[in-house]
């Protein structure tokens, strides 16, 4: 069982840069692939960004790709979003999200979920 708690969000004008991080209680988090993921309103949730046990392979969707960043830090179970040259579309509630193995690009393939943080970017 794993919990996870995000944290960063919050209102930034376009261009600017936030951080997110997300918690994770448990002792095996270093076991689970994690991912980050964001939904507007009126929106299907969407694939952002996800990140292997070993933190050495992320995927990213296109549209944040070159702009954020995925890392984690395995001895302080958290993992983060970096998220650079924000525009008004990446404004959503983003979720971090961890799964048994492997990667995906899917929300239903994750197995726990965040409650989410809120980012909002103003033009």
């Known amino acids: 069982q794993v919990q996870l708690v995000e944290s960063g969000g919050g209102l930034v004008q376009a261009g600017g840069s936030l951080r997110l991080s997300c918690a994770a209680s448990?002792?095996?988090?270093?076991?689970?692939?994690m991912g980050w993921f964001r939904q507007a309103p009126g929106k299907e949730r969407e694939f952002v960004a996800a990140?292997?046990?070993?933190?050495?392979?992320?995927k990213y969707s296109d549209s944040v790709k070159g702009r954020f960043t995925i890392s984690r830090d395995n001895p302080k179970n958290t993992v983060y979003l970096q998220m650079n040259s924000l525009k008004p579309e990446d404004t959503a509630i983003y979720y971090c999200?961890?799964?048994?193995?492997?990667?995906?690009?899917?929300?239903?393939?994750?197995?726990?979920w965040g409650q989410g943080t809120q980012v909002t970017v103003s033009s």
């Open positions: 999200a961890a799964r048994y193995s492997g990667w995906s690009d899917l929300s239903r393939d994750y197995n726990y």
């Open positions: 448990g002792r095996t988090f270093s076991t689970y692939a």
């Open positions: 990140i292997l046990r070993s933190g050495r392979n992320t």
